[in-house]
């Protein structure tokens, strides 16, 4: 396999800015329901830093930031922001959420390919839309009196770059009391989509975090899907990790009363996160589905099998292949040093709903960022189809 610089980006953020000067100077735009008012401004600024979901408009977006290849279209409260080059790769990701919902790479047959699975159902109120799968973030933080705060909602803040060789779409979300600040940066390239993320502690004291990022990959079946370079990484298997875009199959829950999920679903996320910080001898809980421990003894590891694990030593980059597909995607990541894989099984329908694996770069243990400390990490989708 190639090294990382075959494929990781020399990463070009945008130049460190006050995210408060740019909110300033769009808010009265960005939202459609803002009214006047003689302190509207200190208003907005605070609906924008405690993360209050707010109609966007589009209107505004289209005339401060169109071009570069870059396109919106509002879809009730939310809007999509798609991107595209000129050799036909695409990609296309969603405000607030900041949820990429497609990459279609352009591929060695002559077209693009879906490389995200993505569904959309109808939510319990009948208006309303559930979108899950994609490329997902779930970022902690908590201070040190134990506030915990994660990006929810995003703002754009910036767009650069052309349709001839990459666009760069930049998100921003900003703490309560600017407790801490949190940039995504999304790169379209022609063979490459980046994740890339600078967190910054912008108060005097410490806080610490951690999260992951889960990709859904479409595959045709899982039993016609191998990941390809894990041979000799240690695993710990464990339950699956619930959020509001997760695609898990009913029969996980099978066993399980609705009390009982509800509480098993909300560990779940402090279990990923905070599990190094138990004793040993209770990492065998709900949270780590049997605690079974083991190392890959495969460098072609089949699919075919219902599991979850997390890989506490697996190599910065490997590859997973869909010879059903007839697609392979390299998958590389920085600043996460665990990684966690999970396959619904076999025994549903190919390119069905479950016909998707689940891999996301994820830290275990928190990383504490002192007053004024940064931090950065990426995973990267790569293309090796041209």
């Given at each position: 396999m190639s090294s990382s610089s075959?494929?990781?980006?020399?990463?070009?953020?945008?130049?460190?800015?006050?995210?408060?000067?740019?909110?300033?100077?769009?808010?009265?735009?960005?939202?459609?329901?803002?009214?006047?008012?003689?302190?509207?401004?200190?208003?907005?600024?605070?609906?924008?830093?405690?993360?209050?979901?707010?109609?966007?408009?589009?209107?505004?977006?289209?005339?401060?930031?169109?071009?570069h290849g870059v396109n919106f279209e509002g879809i009730g409260d939310n809007c999509v922001i798609k991107m595209g080059l000129e050799n036909g790769s695409m990609a296309s990701l969603m405000l607030p959420s900041g949820l990429i919902t497609s990459y279609k790479p352009f591929m060695w047959?002559?077209?693009?390919?879906?490389?995200?699975?993505?569904?959309?159902?109808?939510?319990?109120?009948?208006?309303?839309?559930?979108?899950?799968?994609?490329?997902?973030?779930?970022?902690?933080?908590?201070?040190?009196?134990?506030?915990p705060w994660s990006p929810a909602s995003w703002f754009l803040h910036d767009v650069r770059g052309s349709p001839e060789k990459s666009i760069q779409v930049e998100l921003v979300s900003v703490a309560p009391q600017s407790m801490v600040e949190v940039r995504y940066l999304v790169t379209l390239q022609r063979d490459l989509l980046a994740s890339e993320f600078t967190i910054t502690n912008l108060k005097s004291s410490s806080l610490q975090l951690?999260?992951?990022?889960?990709?859904?990959?479409?595959?045709?079946?899982?039993?016609?899907?191998?990941?390809v370079g894990l041979q000799g990484s240690n695993y710990r298997s464990q339950q699956p990790v619930m959020s509001e875009f997760s695609i898990i199959p009913p029969d996980y829950y099978e066993s399980r009363s609705?009390?009982?999920?509800?509480?098993?679903?909300?560990?779940?996320?402090?279990?990923?996160?905070?599990?190094?910080?138990?004793?040993?001898?209770?990492?065998?809980d709900e949270t780590s589905g049997d605690g079974s421990e083991g190392e890959e003894d495969d460098d072609y590891s089949q699919m075919t099998e219902k599991l979850c694990r997390i890989y506490t030593s697996a190599p910065r980059e490997f590859t997973v292949i869909d010879r059903g597909r007839r697609n392979s995607v390299d998958i590389g990541r920085s600043g996460f040093d665990e990684l966690y894989i999970l396959s619904p099984g076999s025994n549903h329908d190919w390119y069905g709903k479950y016909a998707f694996i689940c891999i996301g770069p994820t830290m275990l243990k928190p990383v504490f960022l002192g007053p004024g400390g940064v931090w950065k990490g990426a995973q990267y989708l790569h293309n090796p189809n041209l």
């Open positions: 075959a494929f990781f980006p020399n990463s070009t953020h945008l130049p460190p800015r006050n995210p408060w000067k740019q909110l300033e100077r769009t808010h009265r735009h960005l939202f459609c329901n803002s009214q006047p008012h003689k302190h509207g401004r200190q208003l907005s600024l605070q609906a924008v830093a405690s993360g209050a979901t707010l109609p966007i408009n589009v209107d505004y977006l289209v005339r401060e930031f169109s071009g047959h002559g077209t693009t390919l879906e490389v995200l699975h993505t569904t959309v159902s109808e939510g319990e109120d009948s208006e309303a839309v559930v979108i899950q799968g994609g490329v997902s973030t779930h970022l902690k933080c908590v201070n040190d009196v134990g506030t951690s999260g992951s990022i889960m990709n859904h990959l479409k595959v045709s079946t899982p039993d016609a899907t191998y990941a609705p009390t009982t999920n509800q509480s098993w679903t909300e560990k779940t996320l402090e279990g990923l996160f905070f599990s190094t910080w138990k004793k040993k001898g209770d990492m065998k």
